[in-house]
């Protein structure tokens, strides 16, 4: 199957410090990326939508000065957590779309922020 | 507002044993519905893709069924592994979109040796 790969697995950074994220369609490209969040016995959450060489979209609620989103490239797109805070401590999950339907998810960042 | 309910919460059974697990959803108007499986600490892993013109997928010992005007999907688990054990997601799309997946909050699955 697709791979999707993402970097790091697990973060542990200071607060105020920022953090990134970088998530990598190994088999195929991808015009549309996609980032998820998930807390600890919850459901994935959206927070936006990564478009290659354009800027990325963002669901209500979701800050996007906070959540900088960058996809260069047609093969990655990365997330950078800035000026994190404990409460951003949580599971980051990337995804990508091959073709027109099916998603591939990477193997998802544990951000810890102490 | 697309929302995914999942059915039950948890279930834990001896292995061998044939399961079902149930997904239900409030926007019929779907092009497709993804089955996952995601282990503790991990990302999804890829099950079953059912398009909206078909009602089943199969691979191997998973079988996945779409009735979408009743919003519902079924996962199928035929002779239970110990290695089956999982949460499992289903992932419809949203908002009118093919790319948008909202998720419920899954299926715990045990398989006990």
């Known amino acids: 199957g697709a791979v999707v790969s993402q970097h790091p697995s697990r973060v542990i950074c200071k607060s105020g410090t920022s953090v990134k994220i970088e998530c990598r369609s190994l088999?195929?490209?991808?015009?549309?990326m996609f980032w998820y969040r998930q807390f600890p016995k919850q459901s994935l959450m959206l927070m936006a939508t990564?478009?290659?060489?354009?800027?990325?979209?963002?669901e209500q609620g979701v800050e996007k000065d906070k959540f900088l989103i960058n996809h260069a490239s047609l093969t990655l797109s990365t997330l950078t957590v800035t000026s994190a805070h404990p409460e951003d401590s949580s599971f980051y999950i990337c995804?990508?779309?091959?073709?027109?339907?099916?998603?591939?998810f990477g193997q998802g960042t544990r951000l810890t922020v102490v | 507002k697309q929302e995914v309910t999942q059915i039950p919460a948890a279930l834990s059974v001896p292995e061998g044993e044939n399961l079902v697990l149930n997904c239900s959803f409030t926007d019929s108007a779907i092009y497709n519905l993804q089955w996952f499986r995601q282990d503790p600490g991990k990302g999804l892993t890829s099950l079953l893709l059912i398009q909206s013109s078909q009602r089943e997928q199969t691979s191997g010992r998973l079988n996945a069924s779409l009735d979408k005007s009743s919003g519902r999907s079924t996962l199928y688990i035929a002779a239970s592994q110990p290695g089956d054990s999982a949460t499992y997601l289903c992932a419809p799309p949203s908002g009118g979109s093919n790319y948008k997946l909202t998720f419920g909050k899954g299926t715990l699955l045990t398989v006990n040796p």
């Open positions: 088999d195929f490209q991808a015009t549309t």
């Open positions: 995804s990508a779309h091959r073709g027109d339907t099916e998603a591939f």
């Open positions: 990564s478009n290659e060489g354009s800027k990325a979209t963002y």
